[in-house]
């Protein structure tokens, strides 16, 4: 049996189906970023939403997060955020979002973590990168019917993952 890396959580265990939107009702970039942190701020109901979609808008500015293959990882960190909030979805139609690849996003995982933590952070978006690097694990979410098949779909992913998570 192997040992859990410490810092390096469970995707599907951040996320809950009230925070998994299928399909996502965005149809642009910026919509589906709003769409996102406002699945998180009602979760988190001391989240400062729109500090938080600013976050992540400076992030994209940056460079985007649409990492190819049809997925993006928007995120942002925020002071006074004590753990990761992770809000998720599939969109209903490819939607243009200045992907690396030039090609639309169908799966957009946003992530917001602590500004005091960026280790984590990075480990977090490491692992979804990773369990995400297949057409086959892509697809298979995209395929999700809901929020919780959408979850079910990434813990199994992750139970096939021979890097343990927490």
Partial sequence: MTVPRPGVPRIAALLTPDRVRVPLRGWTKEELLAELVDLIAVAAPNLPRDAALRAVRAREQVLSTGVGGG?????????????????????AEPVEFDALDGQPVRLVFLLLGPADDVGLQV???????????QDVARGQLIAAPDAPAFIEVLARLEAADPVPAL
Avoid: I, K, N, S
């Fill in 71 to 91: 997925l993006a990882l928007p995120h942002g960190r925020l002071p006074g955020l004590d753990r990761l909030w992770m809000a998720a979805g599939v969109t």
């Fill in 123 to 133: 480990r977090t978006l490491g692992r979804l990168a990773r369990l995400l690097r």
